[in-house]
């Protein structure tokens, strides 16, 4: 098991987010946390990565406890998160953010074969290396955004709902570059309202509802349920 989540909880202030949640990434998976909006998707994620800290419960990474680490550490031990928004430097270069994502010593080692690499993942982006970030269009940019993430040679790969605000082609895309890079042998959490495409890609899957987890399983056993499909897909078949 690569990543081991038990009994998270996490709080903004007094208001609770999440409660006892429960998760589980075995190594060179592609798992995905689905469920409506405000459901606690983003605040799992982003306390996985780091960026917020758990109340109670602990957050276990290649079998050490990770829960207390200051935040810069989380990617020093191997994770690397594509946040909501993407959240570039729009007037940095794309050749500029795509280099952040390789500061740390073992990754920028590695910069120019992490380059090559993503270039071979997202080839538009070659001719687009010198112009600036915030000049790329919406699936472009979430290229960028992977793609930084991929430079930091993570042992565990955080998405955060990455089809947000795309059309469904570039979407279509997207997650056949997310397919690739689970191929490659990356373990990858990927949280995503869309969630038939979050079952078509994914190999298991749980809900998060009103900052609990309801359901988990493959997903043919998730489409089973038709409360699931009624209320994620609109059909009962």
């Known amino acids: 098991m690569l990543l081991k989540v038990t009994d998270l909880e996490v709080a903004y202030g007094p208001a609770p987010a999440l409660w006892g949640v429960s998760i589980a990434v075995r190594r060179g998976e592609l798992l995905s946390v689905v469920g409506p909006n405000s459901a606690g998707k983003s605040t799992l994620i982003n306390t996985i990565a780091g960026l917020l800290r758990a109340r109670a419960g602990t957050i276990e990474l290649g079998g050490n406890d990770i ?51 993503a270039l071979a993942l997202f080839p538009a982006l070659k001719e687009k290396l010198d112009a600036p970030a915030g000049a790329l269009s919406g699936g472009q940019q979430q290229m960028v955004a992977i793609a930084r993430a991929l430079m930091a040679r993570p042992r565990l790969l955080l998405l955060d709902e990455p089809s947000l605000g795309l059309s469904p082609l570039v979407v279509h895309d997207l997650f056949a570059a997310i397919r690739r890079i689970h191929a490659d042998g990356i373990t990858l959490l990927l949280v995503e309202q869309n969630v038939a495409t979050a079952l078509q890609i994914a190999q298991r899957v749980y809900v998060l509802e009103q900052g609990r987890i309801v359901a988990e399983g493959d997903p043919d056993a998730i489409l089973s349920r038709a409360e699931i499909r009624r209320a994620y897909l609109g059909s009962d078949t």
């Not at 935040?71 to 050749?95: D, N, T």
């Open 67 to 117: 829960t207390r680490l200051p935040a810069h550490r989380f990617c020093a031990e191997g994770i690397a998160l594509v946040p909501e928004g993407r959240r570039l430097f729009a007037a940095m270069s794309v050749r500029e953010n795509l280099e952040l994502g390789s500061l740390l010593p073992p990754a920028r080692a590695h910069r120019a074969s992490g380059l090559e690499r």
